[in-house]
């Protein structure tokens, strides 16, 4: 897809209308942004600095949690879920309502179409984020950017989920009012399968449990291991690249990874403008 994304993005000064700790370290800062929220589509995200001086001066890349919508189903606001884990998470976490701070987007290329049949989302640390509008989208629940897809209550969505503790899960009662199944994945053993988890959905996949698109977002280890299973089980599979950036608009090259290319050659490209959705396939895997 063409490097064109950031066209349609827009640079304002918003109100906080809600900063909450979801989980440990966690917070679901949600934003009052009108214009934006009718605009992004799941899998986008939104450059935000916590707040309206330089300091810091680069913004931090956040997926589209949710679009939020008034009494009459008007979108007027977004929700973006976050961990504290430097200095401008840090100050963001200590902003109240009322405040306002700068954002950009929607950015990137987000989700396209559904396809027919079961689906597995597979996230690790705070990669879920991208999932709860996909799935609320793709079964016909919301709409997003002005398009509404027809419900499909039949279809079955499975999320595997993995966090180092069960106390960094985040936004389980909102991934359950969906409908979807999740299974749960810790390091410490402290809830649902003591491990990674890719290998609790290499389990499912064992037990004939196999989705018609896998979708994975999540750290890089993580995603590399979801792209090799995918590619030796022949998986439609994408993925949600959450490599660092600056500008979020393709300008200081700050995010790139390395494509293949239909040749069988690779090039670097943007992942804040040509992502951060891609093909397994395509990834190159360290």
């Known amino acids: ?46 450059m935000v600095r916590p707040g309206l001086a330089m300091d810091p001066l680069l913004g931090r890349p956040f997926a589209l949690y949710d679009v939020v919508r008034n009494s009459s189903d008007e979108a007027f606001a977004i929700d973006v879920v976050y961990l504290v884990v430097g200095r401008g998470t840090q100050a963001l976490s200590q902003r109240t309502p009322g405040e306002k701070i700068s954002i950009w987007g929607p950015l990137g ?20 984020t991208p999932f709860l509008a996909l799935a609320r989208w793709w079964s016909g629940q919301a709409e997003y950017a002005g398009i509404r897809f027809p419900e499909t209550k039949s279809q079955r969505i499975r999320l595997y ?26 390091d410490d053993g402290s809830v649902g399968h003591h491990g990674y988890v890719t290998p609790l959905f290499m389990a499912d996949l064992r037990r004939g449990r196999r989705p018609s698109r896998t979708i994975g977002c999540g750290p890089q280890p993580m995603l590399s291991s979801l792209a090799k299973l995918a590619i030796a089980e ?53």
């Open 161 to 186: 989920y993995g966090v180092r503790s069960s106390e960094l899960l985040a936004g389980m009662d909102d991934f359950c009012e969906t409908g979807i199944e999740i299974q749960i994945a810790t």
């Open 234 to 286: 022949g998986l439609d599979c994408d993925l949600s690249l959450e490599n660092h950036m600056a500008c979020g608009f393709g300008a200081c090259f700050s995010c790139v990874t390395p494509i293949l290319q239909d040749d069988g050659s690779s090039d670097l490209r943007r992942v804040c403008v040509d992502g951060p959705i891609f093909q397994a396939r395509r990834v190159v895997i360290p």
């Open 109 to 128: 290329n987000g989700f396209q179409e559904p396809v027919e049949g079961p689906l597995a989302f597979v996230a690790g640390g705070i990669g879920q």
């Open 1 to 46: 897809m063409p490097s064109t994304f950031a066209n349609e993005a827009v640079q304002r000064s918003v109100t906080i209308l809600e900063n909450s700790r979801i989980a440990r370290d966690t917070f679901r800062l949600r934003l009052e942004a009108p214009e934006m929220a009718r605009k992004i589509r799941p899998g986008q995200f939104v």
